[in-house]
């Protein structure tokens, strides 16, 4: 077998004729060996073991059990219709469901004859039952020769009415091994492998497909995790390594009049040791003569606006201009209000750019712009269009990255010769690790220290029946001059609905607090810009005492009069989005309150979301657990191409490998920066694999 066998395409395997091939190509992307060989089981099973339905115990999970169907009967109706078989074993009796298939199961599934059932079990009430379980007939199954951990690979909709079978699968790795057997070629360096004590290459794939052992298995899954994440980090470090050495940057080596006169006269406060630290990684970037690529992690009011600002005066020192891009019109506005009330008395010129300004107010913008008079552009989108230019952008403030695309963040590098110093600011605590791994082009500051003198946000839960007792508190506060939020969800899929709930609410609050005692703002996405504007104005002043919104204002919006957050249906909720907007409070001297309102009935993640908010305020802490919940590609809005579709490991579960296999990569180029040594020869032949693509190498070798 040639050493390219990898690549090999997937119709010569015996037993895969084209109309399959183009199947597994459509389905699941395999076009070569190479591609099926890692194809890794989802899970092994244990077909040698049998349960007895008396067992059973609530988590069983799999099970595989033998006995009879005596009843078959369709319950409820419409979307819950459903088909219902007794099962029993003479230990006890449990339930079969289907919801989708349900005629031909109860055309085809014989009564009183024994069949073997597989499939993962859950209790309701008292009984135990399996949801679309696989069934075949005891004799069918009895001819087929079981084997303890018989691999599961994963599958589709498509794959399985098209009748590729598990079964098939297997039986197409079995050939495909039995023809490339033992000719996989080692990757890592023995050096690498003892260190860790890594099985082989060839043990791991073999293992991985038909393990010989649990143990095996075992290590022949952390080495080809470790593997995976192991030339991951390999690419990104090097990526990095390019980016710093070979894409040129503005070099800001001075700190001029305009950053030590604000630093000396301006600030409004002393900044806290993480702000010095971050500001000082900052000079340090802008002023190497690369390209300053930076994410600045900071928690809800943990002060990344005033780094901004430092930032952009670091910039106008050397001659350049700055900009800093928000996602909403309401966050523009507030950035622009905030930092022209900081930079009042330094002669500086900022603008405001976002979709509502009027076209002659725009014009003089746009030749403010070119002229080099005005020194920091501050807007929405609207910064990033073609009519938009600047004189010298020396950096980009990026705030709340996570709404921007990476294209529209790459349109912001063509406004000049080079490209300005890119800074990404966001309130997504993101594990380091994982953060490396997502954004590895990226280098990262912290703010991990809030100011001082916050007091800690109480946050309770209570149920919709309590909302009477709710607004009574809310009464005391006001009374107290303090503000509230109270803000209802919004998704996209039940718009309508939810625009009614809000509406319905917003009544119920003006009910509940009538004029002229009180006042009460509205702010929804329906409403214009202008009315959104105004109202929200009315709320800042302090003319209004509560605002009803929905989570327009889940962002940056920095009241700190307002001391209540009230979060109805915070069950439908987001934990990152609920950790977000309890940010909006606490800004103030006052102890601060947020109240998560909820339904009685709540899934178990609905239930550990609002545990969790109850517990903790420690965004990190939060990020945690939501990373747990939803997976990482989810939680950044948006799936990374390459990095997050990995074929073994798991970057949220198999954090402690990733860690490892990144401390490896970098040990390793700190030794052999160009990987020149022979033993690393197979580790460069991969990286030359991966890079072809992407043109990366030449810098390299
Ligand atoms: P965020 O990181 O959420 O953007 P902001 O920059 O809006 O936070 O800051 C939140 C609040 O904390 C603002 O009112 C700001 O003036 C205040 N603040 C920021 N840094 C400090 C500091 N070092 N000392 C005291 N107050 C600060
Ligand atoms: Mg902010």
């Not at 069949?115 to 087929?144: F, M, T």
């Not at 980016?243 to 006169?261: A, L, M, P, Q, W």
């Not at 500086?348 to 979709?355: E, Q, R, W």
């Not at 702010?523 to 009315?531: L, N």
Request: with cysteine.
């Amino acid at each position: 077998m040639p050493t390219n066998f990898l690549h090999t395409p997937i119709d010569y395997l015996n037993g895969v004729g084209p109309a399959r091939a183009k199947l597994l190509k459509a389905e699941l992307g395999i076009s070569t060996y190479g591609d099926l060989a890692n194809l890794f089981p989802n899970r092994y099973i244990d077909k040698t073991k049998y349960y007895k339905i008396n067992e059973l115990v609530p988590d069983s999970a799999h099970v595989q059990i033998i006995g009879k169907v005596t009843h078959i009967k369709t319950m409820g109706d419409g979307r819950s219709s459903r088909l219902v078989a007794t099962f029993i074993d003479g230990t006890g009796s449990m339930e079969l469901v289907w919801f989708k298939g349900q005629k031909y199961f109860k055309d085809n599934l014989k009564l009183n004859v024994p069949y073997v059932i597989y499939g993962k079990v859950s209790k309701y009430g008292s009984k135990y039952n399996v949801a679309h379980p696989d069934v075949e007939l005891l004799k069918d199954h009895r001819s087929r020769q079981q084997s303890a951990m018989t691999p599961i690979y994963p599958s589709t909709e498509q794959l399985t009415k098209r009748n590729v079978t598990n079964k098939m699968m297997v039986r197409m790795m079995q050939q495909l091994f039995s023809e490339v057997q033992h000719s996989f070629t080692e990757t890592l360096s023995d050096q690498i492998r003892s260190q860790h004590q890594l099985v082989d290459k060839n043990t791991a794939m073999y293992n991985a497909h038909f393990p010989k052992s649990a143990a095996l298995l075992q290590q022949s899954i952390y080495r080809l995790k470790f593997e995976e994440l192991f030339f991951i980090q390999m690419e990104l470090l090097l990526q990095n390594r390019i980016r710093k050495t070979r894409i040129k940057g503005y070099s800001f080596e001075k700190v001029g009049k305009y950053f030590n006169d604000f630093y000396s006269n301006h600030l409004p406060f002393e900044l806290t040791g993480a702000q010095k630290r971050v500001v000082k990684e900052i000079r340090a970037d802008m002023g190497t003569g690369a390209h300053m690529n930076r994410l600045l992690q900071g928690d809800v009011g943990s002060g990344k606006t005033i780094v901004a600002v430092l930032t952009c005066l670091l910039a106008i020192d050397n001659g350049y201009q700055a900009c800093i891009m928000a996602p909403t019109e309401i966050l523009a506005q507030q950035h622009y209000q905030g930092v022209s009330e900081l930079l009042e008395n330094t002669g500086l010129k900022v603008s405001l750019l976002t979709g509502s300004v009027k076209t002659k107010a725009r014009r003089i913008i746009h030749s403010d712009l070119e002229d080099g008079t005005l020194n920091i552009l501050i807007g929405t989108h609207a910064l990033i269009e073609d009519k938009v230019r600047f004189k010298n952008l020396g950096v980009a403030i990026v705030d709340e990255q996570h709404r921007f695309g990476v294209a529209q963040r790459a349109k912001l590098w063509k406004k000049n010769d080079l490209p300005p110093h890119v800074l990404v600011m966001t309130a997504t605590p993101i594990p380091r690790t994982l953060a490396m791994s997502l954004y590895g082009d990226l280098d990262i500051s912290v703010i991990d220290e809030l100011p001082p003198g916050r007091k800690e946000i109480k946050t309770v839960h209570r149920y919709d029946k309590n909302r009477l007792g709710v607004f009574s508190f809310l009464k005391e506060e006001i009374s107290k001059g303090r503000q509230v939020y109270m803000v209802y969800p919004l998704i996209e899929e039940s718009e309508t609905l939810d625009y009614k709930d809000l509406m319905d609410g917003y009544e119920s609050v003006v009910r509940e607090f009538p004029a002229p005692q009180y006042q009460v703002s509205i702010v929804h996405g329906r409403m214009k810009p202008e009315d959104k504007d105004y109202e929200m104005e009315r709320f800042v002043k302090g003319e209004t005492q509560i605002m009803v919104a929905t989570t327009v204002i889940e962002v940056g919006v920095n009241v700190p009069n307002a001391s209540v957050m009230v979060i109805e249906s915070a069950e439908r909720f987001g934990l990152s989005q609920l950790h977000q907007l309890r940010g909006r409070v606490g800004r103030g001297a006052d102890q601060s309150f947020c109240i998560l309102i909820t339904s009685y009935k709540l899934s178990t993640e609905a239930k550990t979301r609002i545990e969790t908010m109850v517990a903790t305020t420690d965004g990190f802490e939060i990020a945690e657990v939501d990373l747990k919940l939803r997976g990482p590609g989810d939680m950044m809005g948006t799936r990374q191409s390459g990095v997050l579709a990995l074929r073994v490991a798991d970057i949220v579960k198999d954090n402690d490998i990733l860690a490892v296999a990144r401390n490896t990569a970098i040990e390793l180029l700190q030794k052999d920066a160009t990987l020149a040594l022979p033993e690393h020869e197979s580790i460069k032949k991969v990286l030359q694999f991966l890079q072809s693509k992407k043109g990366l190498w030449k810098y390299i070798s």
